[in-house]
C-alpha cells in the first residue's frame, strides 16, 4: 500500500487534500512540523518516513510581497524552485511519485477574450511569483526525461472553507462578503479572468487522478467557467441578495506592486471536467 505524505497539510488546499486521502492514513506535515526551506532537516525526516508518494501543496503565495521585497522573492525561490527541486530529486532517487501544483500565473495573456492556456502551451508569466512557480515545474520537467513519476497539477483562483492554519488566508469571497458589510463603495476588477477553484473539489479531483493513473505529465485542474473578479462577486452578492456599491476598475486603477495577467485561462484537455465553481459557491455558503 502506498505511504503518502501530505506537505502544506494546514493550508487552504492541504487541509481537503487530507480529507480527500484520509482512508489511506497519510502522514501530514505542515511548517509547525518541519521548515521545508531547511533542506537537510527535511531529507532526515524523509529518509526516516519513506513516502512511497509526496503531495507537495507547500508555497510562497504571496504575489505582490515577493515583487517588492528581494528578501521574499528569495523566500519564494526557495519553497517554489529549490524545496521542488530536492523533492523531485528524491522522488526519483526512491522510485516514489511527486505530486506537485503550480499556478495559472506561470501563464499570461492581455487578451481579455483569450480562449485560454492548454497543458502544452508555453508558459511565459509576468510577475515574480510566477518565475517562481514556472522555475519549479521545470526542475520537475528536467528529472521527468530521467525517469521522474510525477503529476504536474496546476489550478487557479482557489478558494473555500477556512483551512487549518491559523495564518491561512480568507478567501476572495470571504472577504467582498465583509467588505459588502461596511456599505462603502468596493473597486472589483473586471479583467484577469481564469478560473476559480474549490479546494475540496480540487483535492478531490486529485484523488481521482492519483487513483486512476494515468501518465506522467502536466494536468490542469480548475472548476469550469472562467471569470473575472468581478463576476464572482456579483454571482456571490445576488446569492446573498446583497447590493453593496460597486465600481468595475481594470487591473491597472488598483495599486498592486505586480501584474496580473489579464486572462490566465487554464484549460484542462486531459480529465474529466470538474463543476462550475458557481455549483460549488452554492454548497460553500449552504444555498440552494
Ligand atoms: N491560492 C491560490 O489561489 C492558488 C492559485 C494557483 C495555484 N496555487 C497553488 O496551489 C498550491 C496550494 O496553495 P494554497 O492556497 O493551499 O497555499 P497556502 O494556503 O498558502 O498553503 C501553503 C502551506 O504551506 C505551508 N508552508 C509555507 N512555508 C512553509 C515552510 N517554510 N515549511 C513548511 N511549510 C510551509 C504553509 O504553512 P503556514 O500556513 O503555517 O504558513 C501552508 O500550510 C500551491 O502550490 C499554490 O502555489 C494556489
Request: aromatic share 10%; net charge positive.
Amino acid at each position: 500500500m502506498k505511504k503518502i505524505l501530505i506537505l502544506g497539510a494546514s493550508g487552504n488546499l492541504g487541509t481537503f487534500l487530507c480529507q480527500s486521502f484520509s482512508d489511506l492514513k497519510p502522514l501530514a506535515w505542515d511548517k509547525i512540523d518541519l521548515d521545508l526551506t531547511d533542506i537537510s532537516s527535511t531529507a532526515s525526516a524523509l529518509e526516516a518516513s519513506q513516502p512511497s508518494m509526496i503531495i507537495n501543496a507547500a508555497a510562497y503565495n504571496n504575489v505582490d510581497l515577493c515583487e517588492k521585497s528581494d528578501k521574499e522573492y528569495q523566500l519564494a525561490l526557495a519553497l517554489n524552485r529549490d524545496l521542488v527541486e530536492f523533492l523531485a530529486n528524491w522522488c526519483l532517487a526512491k522510485e516514489a511519485v511527486l505530486v506537485h501544483y503550480s499556478s495559472d500565473y506561470v501563464f499570461s495573456s492581455d487578451d481579455l477574450e483569450f480562449s485560454g492556456f492548454k497543458e502544452n502551451d508555453h508558459p511565459n508569466p509576468i510577475n515574480c511569483y510566477g518565475q517562481t512557480k514556472l522555475a519549479g515545474e521545470e526542475k520537475i520537467l528536467s528529472l521527468a526525461k530521467q525517469g521522474l513519476n510525477y503529476y504536474l497539477i496546476r489550478t487557479s483562483k482557489l478558494f473555500g472553507p477556512k483551512a487549518n492554519s491559523a495564518e491561512a488566508k480568507p478567501s476572495f469571497f470571504d472577504i467582498m462578503l465583509n467588505l459588502a458589510k461596511d456599505n462603502r463603495e468596493i473597486k472589483i476588477v473586471n479583467e484577469e479572468k481564469s478560473c476559480f477553484t474549490y479546494s475540496p473539489d480540487l483535492a478531490q479531483a486529485t484523488r481521482k487522478l492519483i487513483d486512476d493513473r494515468p501518465d506522467s505529465g502536466i494536468y490542469h485542474l480548475t472548476n469550469a467557467s472562467p471569470a473575472t473578479w468581478l463576476q464572482g462577486a456579483n454571482y456571490l452578492f445576488k446569492l446573498f441578495k446583497l447590493s453593496p456599491k460597486v465600481k468595475p476598475v481594470k487591473s491597472t486603477e488598483i495599486s498592486r506592486p505586480a501584474k496580473r495577467p489579464k486572462s490566465s485561462i487554464l484549460i484542462n484537455k486531459k480529465r474529466p471536467k470538474l463543476r462550475s465553481w458557481k455549483l460549488a459557491l452554492n454548497e460553500l455558503y449552504k444555498k440552494n
